[in-house]
T-cell receptor
Framework: DTGVSQDPRHKITKRGQNVTFRCDPI?????LYWYRQTLGQGPEFLTY????????KSRLLSDRFSAERPKGSFSTLEIQRTEQGDSAMYLC???????????FGSGTRLTVV | SQQGEEDPQALSIQEGENATMNCSYK?????LQWYRQNSGRGLVHLIL?????REKHSGRLRVTLDTSKKSSSLLITASRAADTASYFC??????????FGTGTSLTVIP
């Protein structure tokens, strides 16, 4: 296992379109996180899963955002009816339960035009 | 909302010098972590310090934690051009997710 993989690396979409991102975490990690990062800012928490259960969602995660982790392995983040304000880097991270740091993927950069 | 705030926002030093960056946070924590991010990439975990620890070392990194002041510092000794990156502190106060600060952009001039 070489780490956390995110796909695609870049996505350009027109306003109003739907987009879906995928994250494949480290296989031994039961926790998976989604963060959003805009230019010049630190990552902002969106949501996290423990196995297949979505345990917490940030208020940043509007009704247009949905995340799934159907079998407790990979996860998808979908944004419906994209807006220009959704333009950001979407980061996925995973870790094991208990103490320890995140392992981040390289992110998906979304540009809404 | 972001929990921590790094200071300074930007730092430029010569190769070989030491770099110190600080993080202040708002609530009690279980632990605090530092991450590095190269431009346009994901973050890399550097070091974790628990709330009952005051200092921790890892290679050229030294982290201190003062829970009474709700602050931490990251010292990079003998800096190299490859250390050029943004550095973020992240706090864990629930055991679930981490909250990141706004970051310090470090430039090491060869």
């Amino acid at each position: 296992d070489t780490g956390v993989s995110q796909d695609p690396r870049h996505k350009i979409t027109k306003r109003g379109q739907n987009v879906t991102f995928r994250c494949d975490p480290i296989s031994e990690h039961n926790r998976l996180y989604w963060y959003r990062q805009t230019l010049g800012q630190g990552p902002e928490f969106l949501t996290y899963f423990q196995n297949e259960a979505q345990l917490e969602k940030s208020r940043l995660l509007s009704d247009r955002f949905s995340a799934e982790r159907p079998k407790g392995s990979f996860s998808t983040l979908e944004i419906q009816r994209t807006e220009q304000g959704d333009s950001a880097m979407y980061l996925c991270a995973s870790r094991s339960t208990g103490e320890g740091g995140y392992t981040f993927g390289s992110g998906t950069r979304l540009t809404v035009v | 909302s972001q929990q921590g705030e790094e200071d300074p926002q930007a730092l430029s030093i010569q190769e070989g010098e030491n770099a110190t960056m600080n993080c202040s946070y708002k609530t009690s924590i279980n632990n605090l972590q530092w991450y590095r991010q190269n431009s346009g990439r994901g973050l890399v975990h550097l070091i974790l310090i628990r709330s009952n620890e005051r200092e921790k070392h890892s290679g050229r990194l030294r982290v201190t934690l003062d829970t009474s002041k709700k602050s931490s510092s990251l010292l990079i000794t003998a800096s190299r051009a490859a250390d050029t990156a943004s550095y973020f502190c992240a706090t864990d106060n629930t055991g679930n997710q981490f909250y990141f600060g706004t970051g310090t952009s470090l430039t090491v001039i060869p």
